[in-house]
């Protein structure tokens, strides 16, 4: 497969963004949903990708770089070049920075599960980031900014209570290629945007490879599918193939379940999100 | 009204906060003193500016009642100018309604309940509140005038009632979230009631003025834009920005008999054809036998 050349190939367009116009909003966002609920700051894990570097930018943008915690958890498997990429990332915006290798304690638990596949390994390499965060979440008083983006929350292509948990999240609502369009407008390094998508959980990782599709692709129908909810027929019709279609659909109904809060057997007559709702600015 | 007829109106475009009534009340007063000293006769908040939008279960905690003393306290802000808030109404059966109140001198003069509740896509009014059931006008100072709630604007009907009961302006206050991204400058939902807004004040030759919020509840953004359109759909003042604003517009209220002079629009309206067949539309909806 090759690289996404996010910066090169023209964009679906109906997904081309006005950047100046979401960046506005994304930053307003982030100071109105931080602020009022009492806090200054922000903490991250910075992979040296293009989501989580796009909210770094945005973060330091929003509340001040002296405010942005950015934390670099490689595992001793990780590309060097995503090390050296977070930390260019960092010194271009003047945040904060704190690296841990999580490799002892990722081999230590491991130690006792020699077998323990890759898949394995790397969900447990992404909830350890998360403890990691919302340990430091605790300790500086900040609130961890969340780094999916739309295609990935759709797809389920990430680690749930681990990559996907957040207290916020500016970039949810925005597909992979519109992160490509607002990193490059707000200033992310281009060899970042450009380089191929990988969470990094082993050496050669690629999202493309895992999926089996290229992001454009996979956001152009996801863009029919979901938010004007075409039928196969019509997506066929459109050119897409049959297989495609419906790995993309079983794939956004299979993860449902982690985009929402642990199903709750019911008994009274008013359950927590079912008939107890409250905003969650509920106060604020 | 001023002597030389004209009206000076202020949109306050402003961020209430959720559910802390108290904290928006005092807010309310700021922005009148805000207004008054800069001249304005008229000052309209937008749609639930006491309570914040997305409620849900906190819509029996938000609401007011019409025999509250918060009703002397709301009347109290309209001593130098008339004002327009929103407000959860609870009435004495325990319906809640979203609505929007005009006081002047003091006095409650009119309440419009909002009737069209969306309940689609990221909204979910009819969970929470019961649909007023009617569109009425009333007297003001400044001509007579007709409040419409956000959705209510969206169904042709709604507006089209007041513009036969003469209205000189219709009010819109509004709770809009922003949504729609593409290469344009505003996003979508701002073009949609530029538009809607436009050609509501053109067709039935009447002055229009859109308050929206800004802030944010739950992520989603409230994309203000409040504008003051004039009776030929021209745009007097426009905020396009998201902040918090008073919007200020001077209109000349003769505006209205001019355009209704080069534009007879409404003198041409055929109320009872439409009645006649309005009435066909439903027999005929209503004959059929499944």
Redesign the interface.
């Known amino acids: 497969m090759s690289a996404p050349a996010s910066l090169s190939e023209p964009v679906f367009a ?1 997904l ?3 950047p ?3 960046k ?2 994304l930053i ?2 982030i100071r ?2 931080v602020r009022k609920v009492g806090f200054e700051r922000l903490v991250l894990g910075l992979s040296g990708g293009v989501d989580s570097s796009l909210v770094a930018s945005l973060a330091a943008e929003a509340l001040g770089p002296p405010n942005v915690l950015a934390v670099i958890m490689p595992y001793k498997t990780s590309d060097p070049k995503s090390r050296s990429d977070a930390l260019q990332v960092v010194q271009q915006l003047g945040i904060h920075r704190l690296e841990i290798d999580i490799s002892p304690q990722i081999d230590a638990y491991f130690e006792r599960f020699p077998d323990a596949d890759q898949k394995r390994r790397g969900n447990k390499m992404a909830r350890e980031r998360m403890t990691i965060l919302y340990d430091h979440s605790f300790a500086w008083r900040a609130l961890v900014i969340g780094t999916s983006n739309k295609t990935e929350l759709l797809l389920g292509y990430g680690t749930i209570y681990g990559d996907m948990a957040s207290a ?1 999240n500016p970039i949810g609502d925005l597909y992979k290629t ?1 992160v490509w369009q607002l990193a490059d407008a707000i200033g992310v390094p281009t060899a970042i945007v450009q380089k191929a998508p990988s969470a990094d959980l082993w050496a050669g990782q690629s999202d493309e490879t895992e999926l089996g599709f290229q992001y454009r692709m996979i956001d152009q129908l996801l863009y029919y599918l979901v938010d004007h909810r075409y039928r196969v027929e019509e997506l066929k019709r459109l050119g897409f193939e049959e297989a495609f279609v419906e790995d993309i659909i079983r794939r956004v109904r299979d993860n449902q379940y982690k985009r929402r809060l642990p199903v709750i057997a019911k008994l009274s007559s008013r359950t927590i999100d079912r008939d ?9 | 009204m001023n002597p030389d007829g004209r009206l000076t109106v202020g949109l306050a475009q402003i961020d209430p906060a959720l559910g802390d009534r108290d904290r928006n009340l005092e807010r309310h007063r700021e922005w009148v003193r805000q207004a008054t000293a800069a001249g304005a006769n008229l000052l309209v908040f937008p749609e639930l500016s006491l309570t914040g939008y997305f409620l849900k279960d906190l819509v029996p905690d938000s609401a007011i009642r019409l025999d509250d003393p918060i009703m002397r306290e709301l009347g109290a802000l309209s001593t130098d100018l008339d004002i327009v808030v929103g407000a959860v109404v609870e009435e004495p059966d325990h319906r809640y309604f979203n609505a929007s109140l005009y006081f002047s001198r003091g006095e409650l003069v009119h309440l419009h309940r909002k009737v069209y509740l969306p309940t689609y896509g990221m909204f979910d009014e009819q969970r929470y509140f019961a649909p007023g059931d009617r569109f009425r006008s009333f007297r003001t100072g400044f001509g007579r005038a007709g409040i419409l709630v956000c959705e209510d604007i969206w169904h042709l009907s709604s507006a089209y009632i007041l513009s036969l009961e003469g209205v000189d302006m219709i009010i819109c206050p509004s709770s809009s979230p922003g949504r729609g991204i593409t290469t344009d400058e505003r996003l979508g939902t701002a073009e949609s009631y530029n538009l809607v807004c436009r050609t509501y004040a053109q067709f039935l030759t009447t002055f229009f003025l859109y308050c929206n919020r800004v802030g944010f509840e739950d992520g989603a953004n409230f994309w203000g834009g409040s504008m003051v359109i004039g009776p030929n759909g021209d745009i007097i003042a426009q905020q396009e920005d998201a902040d918090e604003a008073l919007v200020l517009a001077s209109l000349d209220l003769a505006e209205v008999r001019r355009e209704r002079l080069t534009n007879p629009l409404l003198r041409d309206e055929r109320l009872e054809l439409t009645i006649n067949e309005l009435r066909r539309v439903w027999h005929e909806r209503t004959r059929k036998p499944f």
């Open positions: 109906p081309v963004i006005n100046e116009l979401v506005r909003i307003g966002f109105n949903e916020i519109q107890f709702r409250y905003p969650r600015d509920w106060g604020h």
